[in-house]
């Protein structure tokens, strides 16, 4: 972010961004939805911001807009199917940036063939798999010997409440009828994957949690009572506390904006 951006912004948002100035982050699936919304947030408070396209030149359409408003922005081609990608990114950020602070997993898929466990297309699961777990598995291992040589690095894995087993063995959840096997248990392993990250890396300067961003297309309940839809901004705010640090120096956690949320 460029000083002449922090000036032009009102002093508490200006504390934030002289915190964060020069800290790196990678977004992963940074193109549209939530992903672009918190790769926003993070170069308007200070980072240098990577976002991860599966495409360069829809990176370059997110990229754009963020340097002409001043702030440090830079895209990455990221497909988590394809190896070789997560490698060619992480030599970029070995060669210009040296480290790595944040890394935020939140490149995931759905399917149309995905259902519950007597209905679903293997092939859909497997689909569903390769990118919500061991694409993230990948991408984190290929990232983190950057994130090593933070003073402070955070990873956020993007989960669900759809992937909680606690939730999703209570009848009573108003979301308990969206049954995709593929989906809510690629969930689940990731969550398993921020629990033995987070305990393999607890001695040293690495966190890693889980954060529920909700879903737009989820249905919420507002003060009246009524029934609305979530928006992006808000979606991403979940993810943005965990990333920004302002739930301090948590590790080994699954999280929503309300806090804590059952396994």
């Known amino acids: 972010m460029k000083r002449d951006a922090i000036e032009s912004i009102d002093n508490a948002a200006r504390e934030d961004a002289e915190r964060h100035l020069g800290r790196v982050a990678l977004v992963t699936g940074a193109t549209r939805g939530i992903g672009q919304e918190v790769a926003k947030a993070l170069a308007e408070a200070g980072m240098t911001v990577l976002v991860g396209a599966r495409e360069q030149a829809k ?4 990229v754009e807009p963020l340097r002409k408003a001043g702030f440090q922005a830079e895209a990455l081609v990221i497909d988590l199917l394809r190896p070789e990608t997560l490698h060619a990114a992480a030599y ?3 060669r210009y940036y040296g480290r790595l602070d944040v890394l935020v997993n939140n490149a995931g898929v759905t399917d149309p063939r995905d259902d519950v466990p007597e209905k679903a297309s293997i092939e859909a699961v497997e689909r569903v ?4 777990f061991f694409g993230t598995l990948r991408v984190t291992q290929a990232m983190l010997p950057w994130l090593a040589r933070s003073e402070r690095a955070r990873i956020v894995n993007v989960s669900s409440g759809l992937g909680s087993l606690a939730r999703n063995s209570d009848p009573a959840w108003e979301h308990g009828a969206f049954r995709q096997i593929g989906f809510n248990a690629s969930k689940a ?5 921020t629990v033995q990250l987070s305990h393999t890396l607890r ?11 909700g879903a737009p297309a989820d249905l919420a309940v507002d003060a009246s009572g009524k029934r609305v839809r979530q ?4 979606g ?8 920004l640090g302002e739930r301090g120096p948590v590790t080994g956690g699954f999280y929503g904006c309300e806090g804590p949320l059952p396994w």
């Open 59 to 62: 990176g370059d359409d997110v």
């Open 236 to 243: 991403a705010r979940s993810v943005l506390m965990l990333a």
């Open 231 to 234: 928006g992006m901004a808000e």
């Open 92 to 94: 970029h950020i070995g």
């Open 203 to 213: 001695e040293t300067s690495i966190t890693v949690n889980s954060v529920d961003p």
């Open 189 to 193: 392993a990731l969550n398993m994957l």
């Open 129 to 132: 798999f390769a990118t919500n």
